[in-house]
């Protein structure tokens, strides 16, 4: 076992604070990306802590020891997002998520304005996607998951999980190219790699 | 939409893979406010904020027991040090008080004692708790001497070791020791800023200290009614409605019964005599 575990079994209140850091940055890149806000996702991976830090202080240790710590989090953080996906909420990414997307600093800034934008329009596209797709699509391809680990966090068998990724995938991927032939606001300068990919 | 974009240019050649990349490419770093807006609600560590007081910026330090500490230090680093020393918890600065304790703050500041708001007194001794939150029945615009709170809590000699504990007060201002006065007429010291802020506070919260210094100089200590033959302490509100011509100055308990006048049941006078 992970020896982060021995450490919440042997002290919890101490250790975990090293459990937040470890697994903030993908647990709330789940919650903003599933519920499509970031004002929410940082209450939602908050409350996920809060109660899987209650839980933890419930159990004993030896329960601590055997967690598997990875998707159990993300289960619970999964639950408390679907609790608070509310329909009436509209699902839009803010400015201040697209300002602290991940900055590779060897990018150049004109590359990383377009990164930027394609990523808002992805993260539209993903926040929309049916949620029988969203939950799959982004354990396996935000977050890394195996379908072994899906399986055990959403419920769903391996083969049902793969078809649904194959398909939420297809369907982003079928959304982002109809987005891209509606005529765009102002056509850019027409760059030579341009004219090579269209006729 | 940009053509250059390498993402949008893989996904629109059609390809499963350029899709799941810009899947990838969706990870989002935690805010900053995210690691200590946790350990907070967890109660692993102490909140704080920063807030306006009468006396000025103050740091206000809560958990989910209740608030735990107010302090003028001067700057984040020395609160925190104070902090650190005083009250020995992991503490985080967060973006803003939980709504509901903000606004049970804001009507204990506002002089309503109705309830609601909770303070966190462990790491004190029984009596230092007694003494404090005896102190916080005191009604905004009053004082109390010292000694009214030592007999109030069944320790009418030990009025030193109250002042020692209103002394270390860990939430001034909220806990209103600043309403706990010598017998003599001088207002006492104040940990929140010293006698000068204490005297700020007192008469923002509408107590007349001009008053009160010169009933101490006139050996006055309670305020009866002819009316009614009740005596109060003088800044009890039943005190202050007394109308002039019923008004009877008493300097010592034993006048008061002489006269067959009964002590006020809200100010509860005869606690004061202990000082």
């Known amino acids: ?46 409350e996920a802590f809060v109660r899987a830090y209650r839980a933890m202080a419930s159990y004993p240790p030896a329960r601590i020891h055997d967690l598997d710590l990875r998707p159990w989090l993300t289960t619970i953080l999964l639950n408390v997002a679907r609790n608070r996906a509310r329909p009436d909420r509209a699902r839009t990414t803010t400015m201040d998520a697209l300002a602290t997307l991940r900055a590779d600093p060897a990018e150049a800034p004109e590359a990383a304005t377009d990164r930027r934008e394609a990523a808002e329009r992805w993260a539209a596209l993903v926040a929309s996607l049916p949620a029988i797709y969203r939950a799959p699509v982004l354990l396996r391809h935000l977050d890394g998951c195996s379908y072994g680990e899906m399986a055990g966090i959403l419920g769903r068998a391996e083969g ?40 | ?84 020393a005083e009250i ?7 973006r803003s008080l939980p709504p509901r304790l903000g606004a049970a703050i804001a009507r204990r500041l506002a002089g309503d004692r109705s309830g609601g708001l909770r303070v966190d007194l462990r790491g004190r001794s029984d009596f230092e708790r007694a003494v404090l939150e005896k102190a916080l029945e005191i009604p905004r615009g009053e004082v109390r001497p010292y000694g009214w709170i030592a007999a109030e809590i069944g320790r009418p000699r030990a009025v030193r070791a109250v002042g020692t504990a209103l002394g270390h007060n860990p939430i001034p201002l909220l806990i209103p020791c600043h309403r706990v006065v010598r ?18 506070i007192l008469e923002a919260e509408g107590v007349d200290l001009r008053e009160l210094e010169a009933l101490a100089r006139d050996g006055t200590r309670f305020i009866g009614s002819d009316a009614t033959a009740v005596f109060c302490l003088p800044t009890c509100r039943h005190a202050r409605r007394i109308h002039a011509r019923h008004r009877v100055a008493f300097g010592t308990l034993s006048e008061t019964e002489r006269a067959g006048y009964r002590p006020c049941r809200v100010c509860r006078p005869a606690s004061a005599a202990a000082a």
């Not at chain 2, 017998?183 to 700020?200: C, F, M, Q």
């Open chain 1, 1 to 46: 076992m992970d020896p982060l575990n021995e450490r919440l079994a042997a002290n919890l209140e101490r250790t975990f604070e090293d459990l937040v850091r470890g697994h903030q940055d993908r647990l709330y890149s789940l919650a903003a990306r599933y519920l499509g806000n970031t004002a929410d996702a940082e209450d939602v991976t908050q």
């Open chain 2, 183 to 200: 017998s003599d007429g001088t207002i006492g010291e104040y940990s929140l800023g010293g006698p000068a802020a204490k005297r700020v």
């Open chain 1, 160 to 199: 049902t999980l793969k078809a649904q990724v194959h398909r939420g995938v297809e369907l982003l991927r079928a959304a982002f190219e109809a987005d891209d032939r509606r005529p765009p606001p102002a056509m850019p300068v027409a760059s030579p790699l341009l004219e090579e990919v269209m006729p």
């Open chain 2, 88 to 94: 020995g918890r992991p503490l985080h600065r967060v």
């Open chain 2, 1 to 84: 939409m940009n053509p250059t974009s390498a993402v949008g240019m893989t996904a629109r050649l059609g390809s499963a893979d350029g899709t799941e990349a810009a899947i990838a490419a969706l990870a989002l770093a935690a805010p900053s406010s995210l690691l200590p807006g946790t350990m907070v609600a967890a109660g692993l560590a102490d909140g704080y904020v920063e807030v306006d007081a009468p006396v000025g910026p103050i740091y206000l330090a809560f958990n989910p027991t209740g608030v735990s500490a107010v302090s003028r230090a001067g700057d984040q680093l020395a609160f925190e040090r104070w902090f650190a």
